[in-house]
């Protein structure tokens, strides 16, 4: 049974104070600190009480969720590592060898920093990226920690402190001049870390701007987060909570849509008495909760595990909405699911369940060009294809139109495809190679200026 917990994080430096963590074998507790000196760990109070299993130990998957394990590394990182801290390395050297091994782990996939960032008269406007033409993304500067990380998270850089990685923006204002200067822009999506964890009055200073005159244009305003899944008291708990609340029914009421983009990585998050009052709170407020996950070796992949999620959301009134597959960085090994498989899990879960959760699409890949959705696998004039569309495209023309990628078992990201029927290149490459070279060089001109 769910209970209030006082917020406690826990981290490298203290998760050894645990009981649960005190009676698995030291190996591997040392093993866990070592990976955690490459990517960022923290779990909290609510996540190690109520949602870990821990007489399924090491296999529990809200464990293998949120604690680092020895595979998240390869063995030769690993060993490196290891090797460098038996040898007794000084600060500056172990201090070089981790960021040389985060540097080979691609920390900022699909363009993050390089294509996604406007430049407006020279100048890069940081902690906004926009992508896709009705769009924008903004990264609060107060919203880039969360709750817990998740080991598989594609922006754990921006909680290492790696210089020159961290998208991050504390001028509310530049966001609304921006906004008011590009008026094909309808959505606006804050997003981390977890924009949850500031303040409702530091998310209302951010938000209430666009409520009014000029900004008629955003009909859609998105805040991503993880907080249902793991501190679903921001929502329930004190005065800051009835804070959010009221902020949530403040939007709600100005006639623009609210929609929390909640993450879900497996059914058990969803199981809690915390997690269902935080749920029927937000919807009660006026907000959609719409749903999203990455399909996760280890944690998620089978279609039992996703029709569940998807029922038992639809039973919460929430909106499945996307199947993901994890990004090409950092663990992303460990949590590998070939696109095959991903295809045949979704279709199979999707079959399992009733029109309420078939909102959902799947396997999509939120790759640099786009947002692609693999649509099927077939055979075509003799030869076996992955049949694919953007939902989402650096250049909309580009969305809806079906192309075709020869089969291959092993692929798990769009990069390692390549076109069927014996053809060049994808009718979009072109265009996208040519989109890269404008955005290159307009971040090259920035810098030099």
Not at 192 to 203: A, F, N, Q, R, T
Not at 224 to 240: I, Q
Request: proline share 5%; aromatic share 12%; glycine share 6%.
């Amino acid at each position: 049974m769910s209970e209030l917990y006082d917020y406690k994080a826990f981290t490298a430096r203290n998760f050894r104070s645990l009981p649960q963590i005190r009676q698995l074998p030291e190996s591997l507790k040392r093993e866990m600190e070592i990976v955690a000196m490459i990517f960022p760990f923290k779990s909290n109070s609510y996540v190690v009480n109520e949602l870990i299993d821990w007489g399924n130990m090491p296999d529990d998957p809200i464990f293998r969720l949120t604690f680092p394990d020895r595979e998240m590394l390869s063995d030769h990182h690993f060993n490196r590592l290891k090797t460098a801290i038996e040898s007794h390395a000084g600060k500056s050297q172990l201090d070089a060898l981790i960021h040389e091994i985060r540097m080979e782990l691609n920390p900022h996939p699909a363009g993050q920093l390089a294509l996604n960032i406007p430049v407006i008269n020279g100048e890069k406007l940081e902690g906004i990226q926009h992508k896709y033409r009705e769009t924008v993304l903004f990264f609060p500067s107060q919203g880039q920690t969360c709750h817990a990380y998740c080991t598989f998270c594609f922006r754990w850089p921006q909680f290492t402190g790696m210089e020159g990685m961290k998208i991050a923006s504390a001028e509310s204002r530049q966001l609304a001049e921006y906004l008011r200067n590009h008026k094909e822009v309808t959505n606006v999506l804050f997003t981390g870390g977890d924009p949850l964890v500031m303040k409702s009055s530091i998310l209302d200073k951010y938000i209430s701007p666009l409520l009014g005159p000029g900004f008629e244009h955003i009909h859609t305003i998105r805040i991503g987060s993880k907080a249902l899944a793991y501190w679903p008291y921001r929502f329930t708990s004190g005065k800051d909570a009835d804070d959010l609340l009221r902020l949530f029914e403040k939007v709600a009421g100005s006639g623009k849509q609210l929609a929390l983009m909640a993450h879900f990585n497996h059914p058990v998050e969803l199981g809690t008495k915390a997690v269902k009052h935080a749920i029927k709170q937000i919807r009660s407020s006026g907000v959609e909760i719409r749903t999203q996950s990455p399909i996760l070796r280890h944690i998620n992949d089978s279609a039992k595990i996703w029709a569940r999620m998807w029922r038992n959301q639809a039973r919460l009134g929430c909106i499945p909405y996307y199947m993901f597959m994890a990004r090409d960085t950092g663990a992303k090994s460990y949590f590998n699911v070939s696109i095959e498989n991903a295809y045949e899990i979704y279709r199979e879960a999707y079959s399992k369940v009733s029109g309420m959760s078939k909102t959902v699409r799947g396997p999509v890949m939120s790759a640099s060009p786009g947002k692609v959705h693999v649509l099927g696998i077939s055979e075509i004039a003799g030869e076996k294809i992955f049949i694919l569309q953007f939902i989402q495209g650096r250049n909309p023309d580009w969305v809806r139109r079906p192309f075709f990628a020869g089969f291959d078992a092993d692929a798990s990201w769009l990069t390692d495809l390549y076109p069927a029927f014996g053809e060049e290149k994808f009718f979009w490459q072109d265009n996208y190679e040519q989109l890269t070279r404008i955005k290159m060089h307009q971040a090259v001109k920035q810098e030099d200026d």
